[in-house]
């Protein structure tokens, strides 16, 4: 079985720059998350997406978009990229509540 | 009320011992504490969780003891060796609503062969 899966894995921006990054579920999971890690620190809740709507927002501000697709893939989008945007971005998808599988996430740089 | 309180920040402990990673919450509403383990560019991995309604869980080598009045949980590693040399996050949520997980700060553990 396939586990989460992110795309690209790694990647550079420049200040300014926009970025999209990519996640499939787990095959059957129809609820996605996505979470930034900055080093050194625990994930932090940035959306949630259950059957294509938005069931939960963190504390991001609106340069953060995201949907999800009729086969529950999902995609993050940041606009006007900060150096302070710089961090791990996880994906993770669920069948039940509560029990979240993470993906590798996505490393992205902004320089 | 959204924070959990992760301690220690690191831990360094030899090959054979127990160690004991603690978490805090407030908000009482939360009803899903897992723990995750994560290697250096992995994405978390989930270990075991645990509801308020059960004050211990084991799975394998791994232990949550669960305080519901004080609002603690810790997981305890038994007879850990180097390959459990990772970092370790405690979560919380509600299995309610929006799902959203709050995550400690973490604990870089090592163990010493």
């Known amino acids: 079985d396939a586990g989460v899966t992110q795309s690209p894995t790694h990647l550079i921006k420049t200040r300014g720059q926009h970025v999209t990054l990519r996640c499939s579920p787990i095959?059957?999971?129809?609820?996605v998350s996505w979470y930034q890690q900055v080093l050194g620190q625990g994930p932090q809740f940035i959306f949630q997406y259950y059957e294509k709507e938005e069931r939960g927002r963190g504390n991001f501000p609106d340069r953060f978009s995201a949907r999800q697709f009729p086969n529950y893939s999902s995609e993050l989008n940041v606009n006007a990229l900060l150096l302070g945007d710089s961090a791990l971005y996880l994906c993770?998808?669920?069948?039940?509540?509560?029990?979240?599988?993470f993906g590798s996430g996505t490393r992205l740089t902004v320089v | 009320q959204q924070q959990v309180k992760q301690s220690p920040q690191s831990l360094i402990v030899q090959k054979g011992g127990i160690p004991i990673i603690n978490c805090a919450y407030e908000n009482t509403a939360f009803d899903y504490f897992p723990w995750y383990q994560q290697f250096p560019g992995k994405g978390p991995a989930l270990l075991i969780a645990i509801r308020p309604d059960v004050s211990e869980k084991k799975e394998g080598r791994f232990t949550i003891s669960f305080n519901k009045s004080a609002k603690q949980f810790s997981l305890h590693i038994m007879d850990s060796q180097p390959g459990d040399s990772a970092t370790y996050f405690c979560?919380?949520?509600?299995?309610?609503?929006?799902?959203?997980?709050?995550f400690g700060t973490g604990t870089r553990l090592k163990v010493l062969a």
């Open positions: 095959s059957g999971h129809k609820s």
């Open positions: 993770a998808s669920s069948l039940e509540a509560g029990r979240y599988t």
């Open positions: 979560a919380a949520s509600m299995t309610s609503g929006t799902y959203k997980y709050i």
